[in-house]
């Protein structure tokens, strides 16, 4: 049974004042929901104090991005080592901003999701076509492309293949408030399950699979509800509180009834 996952992507959003605010009021608001790991994918610079502020939370923390060395001369970068050093469970990888505005390829994003494996963090690794792609029926090869580049010469013997996130993220339906539909999402995690199962088997029906694209409290349960999705990234519905809240406690209904 895989455990229902909501993601929160902060994107460049919160200074650390804003994100400790945030913090403050979104536990109480969120005080009767359980059963759904919920992280928080915020700014760097609120990582460490946010940290804190959730040590007696259920609540976990994730990084949106990071390099894939250890340490070294890498002016602006955050190393794995870095996160782990704060507790940070997860780690965005590959995600189609980074792709689109900082060239990020195939091959770096595969450095960084071995760097995640080395250094203990799960990483969140978003694949999805664009519109033109999607348009012209190329989903399914783009997905398959991403996907197979950036998990290449990854073996069973390491267990973060299991632990690993994969988010469809269909670059169309991100930050547009047109959200693919329930049944199209489930179709490509399911087209994904596939792709595990052909290299690597088992994991398959292990490892967790999100949809991610303008996803609200209003559409959440036709994600949640569906057969191979596990949960969903969410980046604009996740900066208030309430409608975060709002969108967790639609899972957790969605759930009890
Ligand atoms: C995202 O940032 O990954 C995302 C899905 O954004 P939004 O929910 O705003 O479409």
Redesign the pocket.
């Known amino acids: 049974m895989r455990q229902t996952l909501i993601v929160a992507?902060w994107?460049m959003y919160k200074t650390l004042a804003e994100a400790e605010e945030f913090m403050e009021r979104f536990t109480g608001e969120i005080a009767g929901v359980s059963g759904i790991e919920t992280v928080i994918c915020a700014p760097f610079i609120s990582l460490a104090r946010l940290s804190v502020l959730m040590e007696r939370t259920t609540l976990l923390l994730g990084a949106q991005n990071m390099h894939w060395q250890k340490e070294g001369a890498f002016t602006g970068e955050i190393s794995p080592l870095m996160l782990r050093d704060l507790g940070i469970k997860y780690v965005i990888i590959g995600?189609s901003?980074r792709r689109l505005h900082f060239n990020e390829s195939n091959l770096l994003i595969k450095r960084k999701v071995a760097s995640a494996f080395n250094f203990g963090l799960i990483p969140i690794l978003?694949v999805g076509e664009n519109w033109e792609q999607h348009s012209s029926q190329e989903t399914e090869k783009v997905i398959k492309e991403q996907l197979f580049s950036a998990l290449e010469g990854f073996t069973l013997e390491n267990e973060f293949m299991t632990k690993m996130v994969l988010?469809y993220?269909p670059v169309w339906?991100?930050?547009?408030g047109t959200a693919a539909r329930g049944e199209e999402a489930n179709a490509v995690a399911g087209f994904m399950r596939s792709l595990l199962q052909e290299k690597w088997g088992g994991i398959s029906e292990k490892v967790r699979i999100l949809y991610?694209?303008?996803?609200n409290a209003d559409n959440i349960t036709e994600f949640t509800g569906k057969e191979d999705l596990d949960g969903a990234?969410?980046?604009?519905?996740s900066l208030n509180v309430e409608t975060f809240a709002g969108l967790l406690k639609a899972v957790f209904n969605e759930r009890r009834a």
């Open positions: 992507n994107k995600h901003e978003c988010a993220e339906a991100i930050g547009t991610g694209g303008s996803v990234l969410v980046g604009g519905s």
